[in-house]
């Protein structure tokens, strides 16, 4: 009898180790899907308008007559631009990150085996882990929500063929789209076929007021002189994110710490970490990852640091995944785990992937607009199209597209409705890159039965996949040449070489002069939106008189030039009067007698409104305090 050919005994082989790893399939499968849901919300999250789209116009408010507190702004529904400030990573940073990497792995290592016990120092560090725990798992749960309620209450939907758009401020929907002859206005604020439900008007108040609910936030603003200025915007999603981020890390550190809750926070941390971090050009990112290619390598395979390390920390820096345990005890407990860097490093290359399909997909929408100079000349300047924020559109695409992808409703090609989506081809193509990346660490891991360093296998397949996409695509040179740091400039990228090259970066890691006046002129533009709110300034205070301006300073209760301190909340809705301030108001025709303090004699003595110092100027020396 012959023996066996090459490719049976292949074909034996592969047959027989599908054998060994069908018990783990289900372990495998979890930790692929867990693996790519902080990266593929991360990066979507990460989103924000690229160069090749036009700035956004300023809002203006519309005039109103005098003595009018209110003010009519435009609907709720247009959203403000994002302001996502991403930390962008310089060349430098490639050097620097596997060399601080390898020091900390290898104090920890040392550490551990000095204390013998691990114990104390798990305690330490996750104390610090639950102080960056709380914000980023917050975060986390939000958006969440936020995704959830745009789901249930979205912006447009379809209904019999046309494209309805919801306008919260005047509690309506309109047909914008597709068959809108006959249509009618639909006063309901549910969607899609939940407008044939029909609702007391209560309970569409009721509806309406939970749908613009998310939009309604406080602001919280704190300043420290020299050392801190800035607000926070805080609503009921980011109340309850914050109570169960709270919960959850508490109950983590001091009752129990199941693998679910580990998950849970490494989540929030890959999240917000991608959010937070870019490599701003294609070639920063792939120098880093190759960096890191070779320190996985070599603290894998050439020493016992990483594996021990993570072994030994019980601390949020990992996933971990319950898998069967061996054959002879079934029922003993063990979990594959899944360190953090090889979510977060590739993902930071995938979210750029994701940001430079959008700036794609802008950039070809860009129209070349003959212009005539004064000689006669004539040039062309390019015209940019509208930026529509991402954020939402998934929900609206739900409500206006079947299962299929095919659009219920129908619409001319100029039309100025928001785009659904964008195409996703160097995202896709670097997730698929991934995917391939993490099956080969876990075949080569189930096959030879030792722990894997993931990059080895992971960088090759996000790298490849997304050079070779630009090479068969021709966009090789156009993927090499983009840069973020162009975000907030009003041209487009320029070619390398050219005298508007990118501005050199400095590293993350410096103190640099640059980097401090970045930071300190984001401060006190931050300082300034804050202070100025409760001050007047030097031109408007000098045209007042003397007497009258230390007053408006004195009712204000604030002195910019000597704060040391402040915290003011402010509510999402307008505060009702005070009864003696609305009582007066209704004197102001009648003629009120003041003492030489300026406080009017019928009156307690408090510092008067600021509105009834204003009207006692004329109107071309009035301060406008807001």
């Known amino acids: 009898m012959s023996e066996p050919g090459l490719l049976a005994e292949v074909l034996g082989r592969i047959a027989y180790e599908f054998s060994l790893m069908q018990p783990m399939i289900p372990t495998y499968i979890h930790l692929m899907v867990s693996a790519l849901f902080p990266i593929w919300t991360g990066a979507h999250a990460s989103l924000s308008r690229p160069s090749s789209a036009a700035k956004p116009t300023r809002r203006k408010k519309r005039k109103v007559a005098a003595g009018d507190d209110t003010d009519d702004e435009e609907d709720d529904d247009d959203e403000e631009e994002e302001t996502n400030k991403m930390e962008g990573l310089s060349p430098t940073d490639a050097l620097l990150m596997p060399l601080l990497a390898g020091c900390t792995l290898a104090g920890l290592y040392f550490l551990l085996k000095w204390l013998q016990d691990a114990s104390l120092l798990n305690k330490i560090l996750n104390g610090y882990f639950a102080i960056f725990g709380v914000f980023s798992v917050a975060r986390l749960i939000t958006d969440a929500l936020d995704i959830g309620h745009s789901l249930i209450f979205p912006r447009r939907y379809a209904l019999g063929g046309a494209l309805y758009r919801v306008n919260g401020r005047e509690k309506k929907a309109t047909p914008v789209a597709g068959y809108t002859g006959d249509k009618q206005v639909i006063l309901s604020p549910l969607p899609g076929f939940l407008v044939r439900i029909p609702l007391s008007n209560k309970w569409r108040e009721m509806l309406w007021a939970d749908r613009a609910m998310p939009g309604n936030k406080w602001t919280l603003r704190g300043y420290i002189h020299r050392v801190f200025a800035g607000k926070v915007l805080i609503g009921a999603h980011g109340l309850f994110g914050f109570a169960a981020a709270l919960a959850v890390v508490v109950y983590f550190n001091l009752v129990d710490k199941p693998w679910y809750l580990t998950n849970l926070m490494g989540f929030g941390f890959s999240y917000g970490a991608l959010q937070l971090m870019s490599p701003t050009t294609f070639s920063t990112g792939a120098l880093i990852l190759s960096a890191l290619f070779f320190y996985d390598i070599y603290f894998v395979f050439y020493t016992p640091m990483m594996v021990t390390v993570a072994k030994s920390l019980d601390v949020p820096i990992k996933l971990m995944f319950p898998r069967p345990g061996p054959a002879d005890k079934p029922s003993a407990v063990s979990h594959a785990m899944l360190g953090l860097g090889d979510v977060v490093l590739p993902g930071i290359m995938i979210g750029l992937a994701l940001r430079f399909d959008l700036f794609l997909f802008y950039l070809r929408r860009q129209k070349q607009i003959p212009v005539t100079n004064q000689d006669g000349e004539i040039t062309h300047t390019v015209e940019k199209p509208k930026y529509f924020s991402p954020a939402g559109r998934w929900s609206d695409h739900f409500w206006t597209h079947s299962l299929s992808g095919r659009p219920l409703f129908t619409t001319a090609k100029d039309s100025t409705e928001a785009p ?16 391939v990346g993490m099956l080969a660490t876990l075949g080569v891991m189930h096959v030879w039965g030792h722990a894997q360093p993931a990059l080895l296998y992971l960088v090759p397949g996000v790298l490849g996949s997304l050079f070779f996409t630009a090479l068969v695509r021709r966009e090789l040179t156009l993927m090499w040449e983009f840069s973020e740091a162009y975000a907030d400039e009003e041209e487009t990228p320029t070619p390398a070489g050219d005298s508007k090259a ?32 409760d001050a007047a300034s030097d031109d408007e205070v000098a045209e007042a008189k003397q007497g009258k301006r230390d007053r408006v300073r004195e009712v204000a209760g604030h002195r910019s030039e000597r704060e040391v301190f402040s915290f003011s909340i402010e509510a999402p809705w307008k505060l009702k009067a005070p009864r003696s301030v609305r009582r007066g108001s209704k004197d102001q025709g009648e003629e009120k ?8 004699k019928d009156k307690p003595n408090w510092a008067p409104p600021v509105d009834k110092i204003l009207q006692e100027e004329p109107a071309e020396k009035r301060i406008r305090l807001k």
């Open 420 to 435: 659904f989506t964008f195409p996703k081809v160097y995202f896709t193509a670097s997730v698929v890159g991934y995917i």
């Open 502 to 533: 990118a501005p050199e970066r400095s590293s993350i890691f410096s103190l640099s002069n640059k980097k401090a006046e970045e930071r300190e002129a984001r401060m006190k533009k931050t300082l300034g939106r804050h202070v100025s709110n």
């Open 593 to 600: 007698k003041e003492d030489d303090s300026g406080l009017e």
